[in-house]
């Protein structure tokens, strides 16, 4: 099957862009493709030279064109749910957020095997962090208040109550790492969602993962599970041995798909680091983006 891995960005996110083509490398024979958000006509060379494929995302026409042009990104996100238009030349559809990079390339190939079949392949957020399964605020004894992404966005988006409460406590699919079939059903669906949200005067930049969730937990799209490893975002942990990012549970494998959510410091610059524990029980400092692990490694060979 034809095969691209996609991502998106702006002139800000592009030395994450780079690093996320440089972490695939030549290990898969996917095409790769990125969603132009504000590229500098340099950037675009570059990406063109690297043989990437660049394209202009797409934005709905329920989506208001003065909130897109004051933040241009805002594209991004809703021409997530529109790939098998923007892509039609291609069988599987692999979406990795700038802010991710590829450790093990048998992430990569777990991601489209299991879209073939139709089904959106995706990671839930269970087990990804040391926390409650979803958030809740205590107001009194026997009483509380569901605080949960997808309530909070369903609310936003003056949904009714009885979807919110179907939604609310089912864990995020997080949309940073997703794989779906050209054909798959769910695309009509996802984009039924997108309009209604909008309208309803939802946020844009949540919209998708919203959407993904509707579809999965009330429509009942065909959806396809896969582990943590596929788009981890923490707690993090690092076998300084191997120099690489390992999962927290054992045996401590290593982590296919490395997604900074909420580090917004160490994507500002390689010179940032955070204070990781290591296998052995220590600590390092050290930035966790493909380029800072790299020079970890450097730095630290192994033996």
């Known amino acids: ?44 060379r570059t990406l063109h030279d690297l043989g990437v494929m660049v394209r202009i995302p797409h934005v709905p026409d329920c989506a208001p064109s003065w909130r897109v042009r004051r933040r241009p990104t805002l594209a991004i996100n809703l021409s997530k749910l529109w790939l098998d238009r923007l892509l039609p030349q291609f069988d599987l559809i692999l979406w990795i957020d700038a802010d991710a990079w590829v450790q093990d390339i048998a992430a990569i190939e777990h991601m489209f095997d299991a879209a073939r079949g139709g089904g959106i392949a995706i990671v839930p957020e269970i087990g990804a962090k040391i926390a409650d ?23 936003k988006a003056r949904l009714p ?13 997080n949309s940073g790492v997703m794989c779906i079939h050209r054909d798959a059903a769910i ?8 309009d209604t949200i909008i309208r309803r005067g939802g946020a844009l930049f949540t919209q998708d993962q919203l959407s993904i969730a509707l579809a999965v937990y009330i429509d009942g799209a065909s959806v396809i599970f ?3 490893s596929h788009n981890y975002i923490g707690p993090w942990l690092l076998d300084e041995e191997r120099g690489s990012l390992v999962n927290l549970f054992y045996p401590h494998d290593p982590v296919g798909i490395v997604h900074l959510v909420s580090q917004a410091r160490l994507r500002e610059s390689l010179s940032n680091t955070l204070t990781v524990p290591t296998l052995s029980g220590g600590q390092a400092a050290v930035n966790l983006r493909f380029g800072g692990m790299r020079a970890f490694r450097e730095a630290s060979p192994p033996g």
């Open 1 to 44: 099957m034809r095969k691209v891995i996609v991502t998106g960005c702006d002139s800000g996110y592009f030395p994450l862009v780079i690093e996320l083509i440089q972490s695939i490398g030549n290990r898969t024979d996917a095409a790769l493709c990125v969603l132009d958000a504000g590229l500098t006509p340099q950037q675009a």
């Open 133 to 155: 399964l979803f958030a809740v605020r205590w107001i009194c004894p026997g009483w509380m208040q569901v605080r949960s992404f997808l309530y909070k966005n369903a609310r």
């Open 161 to 173: 109550f009885a979807i919110r409460r179907r939604i609310g406590a089912k864990p995020l699919l």
């Open 187 to 194: 695309w009509p669906v996802l984009r039924k969602w997108q």
């Open 226 to 228: 896969l582990d943590n």
